[in-house]
Nanobody, 119 residues
Framework: QVQLVESGGGSVQAGGSLTLSCVAS????????MGWFRQAPGKEREGVGA?????QIVYADSVKGRFTLSKDNTKVTLDLDKLRPEDSGMYYC????????????????WGQGTQVTVS
């Protein structure tokens, strides 16, 4: 069974940076369409960015110019820069999309999440 495991979350001050990673057991990341989502308490899960097997990437408008998504054979990475308090939340890695998308229903496999707190 495919499993996704996120890491790299933490607490930072506004303006700081973090790097989140997601690794998968069971298959190669290179051929997968992957995405990152986040969810703050009391809010819906929202897409942050997604990347397909050809390297096409989409970002949410709120993170463009600040977050960078990349993928290789073993992991998908989300570099978070110029962090703001509103970026706080649980960040989830997801897989299974047919094309880069920012809607949760486009993905079939989810990790457990890693917490990001910006103060």
């Amino acid at each position: 069974q495919v499993q996704l495991v996120e890491s790299g979350g933490g607490s930072v001050q506004a303006g700081g940076s973090l790097t989140l990673s997601c690794v998968a057991s069971g298959w190669s990341m290179k051929t997968q369409c992957m995405g990152w989502f986040r969810q703050a308490p009391g809010k819906e899960r929202e897409g942050v960015g997604a990347i397909d097997s050809d390297g096409q990437i989409v970002y949410a408008d709120s993170v463009k110019g600040r977050f960078t998504l990349s993928k290789d054979n073993t992991k998908v990475t989300l570099d978070l820069d110029k962090l703001r308090p509103e970026d706080s939340g649980m960040y989830y890695c997801a897989a299974g999309c047919w094309a880069p998308a920012l809607t949760p229903r486009a993905f079939t496999v989810w990790g457990q999440g890693t917490q990001v707190t910006v103060s």
